[in-house]
């Protein structure tokens, strides 16, 4: 794994184009992913409208499933000593979204409106 990519809620999964992923804090760091890569999705909905829409797999599939993930890291980010950080970064859209909010909050909060 080469690390997490938050993305807005409406935003596509990305395939098969480039990926820019922005630091979540820094402006001036971001790294360009170019193909090959595989994204998948962790997240899914439990409840829709009120519903839940989620089965809850078993113990032990949730423990295997947690396993097989673990040994998808690299030796360096798993280690006690002096670990690797593993990267979470922000999608392009939710880099822009972030910044259009930090701005409107520092034009408000000047003219006293927060």
């Known amino acids: 794994m080469m690390g997490d990519l938050l993305?807005?809620?409406e935003e596509p999964l990305p395939s098969g184009k480039p990926v820019i992923a922005h630091h979540p804090m820094y402006d001036y760091m971001k790294k360009t992913y170019?193909?090959?890569y595989e994204a998948r999705e962790?997240?899914?909905?439990?409840f829709k409208k009120g519903k839940q829409v989620y089965e809850p797999p078993s113990?032990?599939?949730v423990r295997e499933h947690a396993a097989k993930e673990l040994e998808s890291l690299e030796n360096e980010t798993k280690r006690?000593?002096?670990p690797?950080?593993?990267k979470v970064s922000?999608?392009?859209e939710l880099h822009?979204?972030?910044k259009d909010l930090l701005l409107w909050h520092h034009e408000n909060a000047s003219n006293g409106r927060t």
């Open 7 to 9: 993305t807005d809620v």
């Open 34 to 36: 170019r193909p090959p």
């Open 42 to 46: 962790i997240m899914v909905p439990i």
């Open 59 to 61: 113990l032990q599939d």
């Open 80 to 82: 006690f000593t002096n």
């Open 84 to 86: 690797h950080l593993y």
């Open 90 to 92: 922000l999608s392009d």
């Open 96 to 98: 822009h979204i972030k």
